[in-house]
């Protein structure tokens, strides 16, 4: 029997106009409907039955804290109902990550989730969205994918929520798992995975946004040769409860930013050491003792991931012993 997969359109540039099919880089995203994208799919319905359902329609530049609740909310309930096996959402692929990695920590059910995106507008030749979002739903219509968390796929591949990011900014292959690797591939209308996410997702998770109209302020302070820690400052004087600090290396930072963090984390700021390389572990105590500081390593997330995470562990506590063991665990 076919399954029931809902599309939950956000924008992008799956969704992206240009002038002419031979533009696949000055265009416009977000113009295009859900309804629009599966009619131009008419195979999809031979995977399953879709239905589509318009979210937003933005550049996933311009998604925000305040859709992220209400994507949320909205997928939650449509997975409680028993008439629907699975969603897909489109979106930007600029935040697509960000919005992959929510979705895991926070998304209450099995059944499969699946991002997906394209790096050429729907108006090109050759445009990747449509076998993107054909293979996306072959994915959410799987048993395979039944509690392996919130997935991305892109150009055949199958990404975990926590590992993907977007590495290129303009070719088809732009979106892998620099770290721990893909988790599979999809080959004709079949997924084949050949490793599990190892930390907590989904149903096994301890977080829980559906009650809430806002997400803690959390900022992200880039590292640099001689950078000064102005900028952390005046983001903690705007209001933000946590930082995440994109550090050099292993996580590491001048002397005057690392004294000028240590002060906030005093003051009840949070603090977590990431790094702006784009692979490899924050030790923690290594490049910075932790300890003494009071600071949190990211483990392996990235800067916009650990934030999202942070932005979670903040609705629950800011002692950061605590904080650091969800960076183990998540
Ligand atoms: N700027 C676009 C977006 O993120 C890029 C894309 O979708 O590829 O919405």
New binding site residues.
């Given amino acids: 029997m076919k399954k029931n997969i809902v599309i939950i359109g956000t924008?992008?540039?799956?969704a992206?106009k240009a002038s002419c099919s031979t533009e696949t880089l000055c265009y416009t995203?977000?113009m295009v409907s859900i309804n629009n994208l599966i009619q131009e799919v008419p195979e999809i319905q031979s995977i399953a039955n879709v239905t589509g359902e318009q979210l937003s329609q933005v550049?996933?530049?311009d998604m925000t804290c305040e859709l992220w609740l209400t994507l949320v909310k909205r997928i939650n309930e449509i997975l409680a109902t028993s008439d629907v096996d699975g969603i897909v959402i489109t979106h930007?692929?600029?935040?697509?990550e960000e919005t992959a990695y929510l979705l895991h920590l926070v998304i209450k059910s099995e059944k499969p989730v699946v991002l997906v995106?394209?790096?050429r507008p729907f108006s090109a030749m050759s445009a990747d969205g449509p076998m993107n979002l054909y293979k996306a739903v072959t994915l959410a219509a799987s048993n395979a994918a039944i509690g392996k968390g919130v997935l991305v796929s892109l150009n055949n591949t199958i990404n975990c929520g926590r590992e993907v990011t977007k590495t290129n900014t303009l070719l088809q292959d732009s979106f892998q798992s620099p770290d721990i690797g893909y988790l599979g591939y999809l080959q004709g209308s079949e997924p084949h995975f050949y490793r599990l996410p190892a930390r907590k997702h989904t149903i096994n998770s301890g977080f829980d946004v559906t009650k809430l109209t806002e997400l803690p302020q959390v900022e992200i302070i880039y590292g640099y040769l001689n950078s000064s820690p102005l900028l952390a400052e005046a983001a903690v004087a705007a209001g933000a409860k946590g930082i995440v600090y994109a550090g050099l290396g292993n996580g590491s930072m001048s002397k005057d930013v690392r004294d000028a963090l240590s002060i906030l984390a005093k003051q009840g700021i949070v603090i977590v050491r990431s790094t702006r390389v784009a692979s490899g572990i924050v030790t923690r105590n290594g490049a910075v003792d932790d300890d003494l500081y009071n600071f949190v390593a990211s483990d392996t997330l990235s800067p916009q991931k650990a934030r999202i995470l942070l932005m979670l562990a903040l609705t629950k506590t800011n002692n950061s012993n605590e904080i650091q063991r969800m960076f183990w665990d998540y």
Avoid: E, H, N
Wanted: aromatic share 0%; glycine share 34%.
């Fill in positions: 924008g992008g540039t799956i992206g995203a977000a550049d996933s530049g930007g692929t600029d935040t697509l995106g394209a790096m």
